[in-house]
């Protein structure tokens, strides 16, 4: 495990494999927990039961959940590339799974780190033609995280895929009710497919404690606003914001009774050779 602080942060990441080694999220910045000023946590894991759920924990991410590199196009036994991962080993020919758990080889990761900020490069390539190199650096500048992605196709086949952070928050570990607000200044329509959520013009929140899955599609406008979304406890008084300025292709939101996920997405569309960079950006405050 590593650890990043500075003056108001303190910031867990674990190792490639070391807490996580399943076939869904990325491996290299997994961050299972953030700590502001040594009195408020916002992360927690994506399922309290043991060995229920596929592993999420704090910030994690995820490529490919609906858009796998090169899957269609190989057969039973053949590996296909998880972009952070490795190869995954396609174990049927029904359609790809993102819940299902898929034999890993695991990706040539190299970590390099500082006092408050950490490096991490991954990459993998099967026989089919496809390959990635990831590289991701996370730092911290006062009371903000600040990940930043850069992604080239090393392959020969060209991919379109998307990513998205999980962010598995719970503030102080406090149930889910009313005193969890969640802002989204650019929601332009909210499609409730499970579970009840109030929602009050640009605020959503949970007058009763959730007794299962909430999940919910936001569809954005373009419109420019301070942040993509706010998730603020207001008896603790603290909350985090997702500062990203990549336009999203689209958004959606999940949760329990002890985690609101806000998950915003970014399309990805690479020839051979060519590469991507974007960043995540997130404020924790305390008022």
Known sequence: ??????????????????????????????????????????????????????????????????????????KKGQQFPKIGVGLLTKDSESDYDFFHRYDVTAAKFHVSHTHSSITFDAEAHNDNGYGFHLNKEISLLDDHVVIRYTLKNTGDESFKTNEYAHNFIGINHETVNENYQLTLPKMNHLEVAVGTIKQTNQQLTWPVVPDGDFYAHIEMNEESAPYNWEVYHTQIKAGVRDLTRFTPSKMALWGRDHVVSPEVFIDIDLSPGETATWDRCYQFYRN
């Open 1 to 74: 495990m590593y650890v990043l602080e500075n003056n108001r942060l303190k910031v867990n990441v674990a190792a490639p494999g070391e807490v996580y080694d399943g076939s869904r999220f990325d491996w290299t910045g997994f961050i299972t927990q953030i700590t502001l000023d040594d009195v408020v946590t916002f992360c927690v894991p994506e399922r309290l039961e043991k060995g229920v759920g596929t592993g999420g924990i704090g910030l994690s991410n995820e490529f490919g959940i609906d858009q796998p590199l090169g899957y269609e196009g190989i």
